[in-house]
Protein backbone atom coordinates (compact mmCIF):
# COMPACT_ATOMS: atom_id res chain seq x y z
CA UNK A 1 0.00 0.00 0.00
CA UNK A 2 1.64 3.23 -0.89
CA UNK A 3 1.69 6.42 1.35
CA UNK A 4 3.14 9.78 1.21
CA UNK A 5 3.01 11.70 4.71
CA UNK A 6 3.77 15.72 4.37
CA UNK A 7 5.56 17.25 7.09
CA UNK A 8 7.13 21.24 7.51
CA UNK A 9 4.12 23.50 6.99
CA UNK A 10 3.49 26.23 9.13
CA UNK A 11 2.64 29.65 10.05
CA UNK A 12 5.47 31.69 8.02
CA UNK A 13 6.66 35.60 8.07
CA UNK A 14 6.81 37.50 4.67
CA UNK A 15 10.61 37.04 3.59
CA UNK A 16 11.18 33.66 5.87
CA UNK A 17 11.76 30.36 4.70
CA UNK A 18 9.96 26.93 4.99
CA UNK A 19 11.28 23.48 4.08
CA UNK A 20 8.38 20.64 3.11
CA UNK A 21 9.13 17.08 3.33
CA UNK A 22 7.00 13.70 1.47
CA UNK A 23 8.19 10.55 2.61
CA UNK A 24 7.01 8.04 0.80
CA UNK A 25 6.01 4.46 1.23
CA UNK A 26 5.24 1.28 -0.70
CA UNK A 27 6.95 1.75 -4.11
CA UNK A 28 9.19 3.86 -6.18
CA UNK A 29 7.42 6.38 -8.72
CA UNK A 30 9.07 7.98 -11.76
CA UNK A 31 8.19 11.48 -10.99
CA UNK A 32 7.82 13.46 -7.57
CA UNK A 33 6.02 16.79 -7.35
CA UNK A 34 4.69 19.34 -5.33
CA UNK A 35 1.14 21.43 -5.91
CA UNK A 36 -0.49 24.01 -4.20
CA UNK A 37 -4.44 25.01 -4.00
CA UNK A 38 -4.99 28.87 -2.47
CA UNK A 39 -8.22 28.69 -1.00
CA UNK A 40 -10.94 29.43 -4.04
CA UNK A 41 -8.21 28.67 -6.74
CA UNK A 42 -7.41 25.53 -8.46
CA UNK A 43 -4.39 23.50 -7.81
CA UNK A 44 -0.97 24.01 -9.47
CA UNK A 45 1.87 22.62 -10.37
CA UNK A 46 4.54 24.16 -8.05
CA UNK A 47 7.85 22.20 -8.86
CA UNK A 48 8.43 18.32 -10.46
CA UNK A 49 11.76 16.28 -10.23
CA UNK A 50 12.23 12.56 -12.13
CA UNK A 51 14.07 9.64 -11.09
CA UNK A 52 17.54 11.38 -12.89
CA UNK A 53 16.82 14.62 -11.27
CA UNK A 54 15.36 16.41 -13.96
CA UNK A 55 13.18 19.13 -12.38
CA UNK A 56 10.51 21.45 -13.77
CA UNK A 57 9.06 24.41 -11.51
CA UNK A 58 6.17 26.72 -12.17
CA UNK A 59 7.60 29.86 -14.27
CA UNK A 60 6.45 32.23 -11.39
CA UNK A 61 8.83 30.63 -8.40
CA UNK A 62 11.80 30.03 -10.13
CA UNK A 63 14.39 31.06 -8.13
CA UNK A 64 12.79 31.06 -4.95
CA UNK A 65 11.91 27.26 -4.50
CA UNK A 66 14.15 24.69 -4.93
CA UNK A 67 12.50 20.55 -5.33
CA UNK A 68 14.74 18.05 -4.50
CA UNK A 69 14.61 13.97 -4.00
CA UNK A 70 16.12 11.19 -2.16
CA UNK A 71 15.93 8.21 -3.85
CA UNK A 72 17.51 5.86 -1.24
CA UNK A 73 15.11 7.53 1.25
CA UNK A 74 12.21 7.68 -1.26
CA UNK A 75 11.10 11.51 -0.21
CA UNK A 76 11.16 14.40 -2.22
CA UNK A 77 11.56 18.04 -1.00
CA UNK A 78 10.48 21.27 -1.06
CA UNK A 79 12.95 24.35 -0.04
CA UNK A 80 10.71 27.93 -0.36
CA UNK A 81 12.52 31.03 0.63
CA UNK A 82 11.81 34.34 0.37
CA UNK A 83 7.89 33.18 0.78
CA UNK A 84 5.12 35.93 0.29
CA UNK A 85 1.47 36.22 0.89
CA UNK A 86 0.08 34.91 -2.11
CA UNK A 87 2.23 31.65 -1.23
CA UNK A 88 -0.64 30.82 1.09
CA UNK A 89 -1.89 27.73 0.30
CA UNK A 90 -2.12 24.09 1.05
CA UNK A 91 0.76 22.23 -0.84
CA UNK A 92 0.25 18.69 -1.49
CA UNK A 93 2.73 15.95 -2.56
CA UNK A 94 2.26 13.78 -5.50
CA UNK A 95 3.88 11.36 -6.94
CA UNK A 96 3.64 9.24 -10.67
CA UNK A 97 4.45 6.34 -12.47
CA UNK A 98 3.13 5.66 -16.10
CA UNK A 99 -0.77 5.73 -15.10
CA UNK A 100 -0.38 5.35 -11.56
CA UNK A 101 -0.06 8.44 -9.73
CA UNK A 102 -1.26 9.55 -5.68
CA UNK A 103 -1.62 12.61 -3.28
CA UNK A 104 -0.58 13.03 0.05
CA UNK A 105 -3.07 14.49 2.70
CA UNK A 106 -1.47 18.15 2.49
CA UNK A 107 -0.08 20.48 4.57
CA UNK A 108 -1.04 24.04 5.00
CA UNK A 109 1.57 26.79 4.93
CA UNK A 110 0.36 30.34 5.84
CA UNK A 111 2.50 33.60 4.95
CA UNK A 112 1.60 36.37 7.04
CA UNK A 113 2.96 38.66 9.18
Known amino acids: QVQLVESGGGLVQPGGSLNLSCAVS??????MSWYRQAPGKQRELVAA???????NYANSLKGRFTISRDNAKNTVNLQMNSLKPEDTAVYYCHVQEAWTSYWGQGTQVTVSS
Open 26 to 31: GSIFYS
Open 49 to 55: VDSAGIT
